[in-house]
């Protein structure tokens, strides 16, 4: 039997090798070696046996006539399971599950644009005192006002003012020149100006309230301390209370008036000198005597507050 199948094997290994998914040198090696199993797997051919019961299998089927169609048929399943196993898991490892497909993300929206920061100031400890000091003199011009200017009583002022002279050794020789009834009329012209220009000055301050000008005084002051100068000097309100005379002025004043200050020579002591000199007389005085210039100031003061109050109110506040 097995001879007879290695013949009809070789008639049609055409036939066999379509139907059969063996290679062609499985097929030779059934061939030559189908009487012995054991070297056919040998040579590397699983199952033997196997194959050689579905090729008799399917040569039984030819011999009884079973159509060509059928033939593939049991040829394929009647290969091995370990075959359709693997085909399976293959199919099974190609049909991957469709990936998603992923939204597309929203677009953002555009930042707003940050607005710039504000420069900070500097604070009061980072300026160095020359600084601070540029700093209050800014502050304190803001409430200062700005008076009328009250032209000089000098007469050579008054001339170079008048006859539009520039300081100069021309403007010196041409006052020179001047007889003395001439410089006169310039002396006189000069006292009018002033005392025109101080006119029109209190008519000028009177046209702010009295608060105003208080305050404005305060700021003079208080850049005159810090190296203004004249320019800031104190404006002259005639609706302000009469401040009370401190006590050494007032002993000053009356030394003054008595002719203590006077030189043997007839003339006057300078202020300075005559200062001194009363601050020394002050001390001489009894307590009797002291007492009364300092009755006089708190008297004076005790108007003076009262008049404030009724003008501006709270003092303490200003």
Not at 79 to 85: D, F, I, Q, V, Y
Not at 105 to 122: C, D, G, Q, S
Not at 289 to 313: C, P, S, T
Request: proline share 7%; aromatic share 6%.
């Amino acid at each position: 039997m097995a001879m007879s199948f290695g013949r009809f094997l070789a008639r049609n290994i055409f036939t066999l090798a379509k139907a059969n998914p063996l290679p062609l040198c499985r097929l030779h090696a059934i061939n030559r070696f189908i009487d012995n199993p054991l070297k056919a797997e040998a040579i590397g051919i699983r199952n033997a046996s196997s194959k050689t019961k579905t090729a008799t299998a399917g040569a039984k089927g030819t011999a009884k006539g079973v159509p060509a169609a059928k033939k593939k048929k049991t040829a394929v399943k009647t290969t091995s399971k370990r075959g359709t196993a693997t085909k399976s898991k293959s199919t099974a490892l190609k049909k991957k599950k469709p990936v998603a497909k992923k939204k597309p993300a929203a677009k953002k929206k555009p930042a707003a644009k940050k607005k710039p920061a504000a420069k900070k100031k500097k604070s009061t400890k980072e300026l160095t005192p020359e600084q601070m000091k540029r700093q209050k003199k800014r502050m304190l011009k803001e409430h200062v006002l700005a008076p009328p200017k009250v032209p000089a009583s000098n007469p050579y002022s008054t001339f170079m003012s008048l006859e539009g002279v520039t300081v100069g050794a021309d403007a010196a020789k041409k006052w020179k020149a001047l007889t003395p009834e001439q410089q006169q009329e310039y002396a006189e012209k000069g006292r009018n100006l002033h005392a025109l220009g101080l006119q029109n000055r209190e008519k000028w301050v009177k046209t702010y309230h009295p608060l105003e000008v208080y305050k404005a005084n305060k700021a003079r002051k208080h850049l005159k301390r810090l190296g203004g100068g004249k320019k800031f000097d104190v404006l002259k309100d005639p609706r302000m209370p009469k401040r009370p005379t401190p006590i050494g002025a007032a002993f000053l004043r009356d030394q003054w008036n008595a002719g203590t200050f006077i030189n043997p020579d007839g003339s006057k002591m300078p202020a300075v000198l005559a200062l001194k000199h009363s601050r020394d007389l002050y001390e001489k005085l009894s307590a009797a005597e002291k007492k009364v210039y300092e009755d006089q100031f708190a008297a004076e003061r005790a108007v003076y507050k009262k008049a404030m109050a009724e003008l501006f109110g709270d003092i303490s506040k200003l």
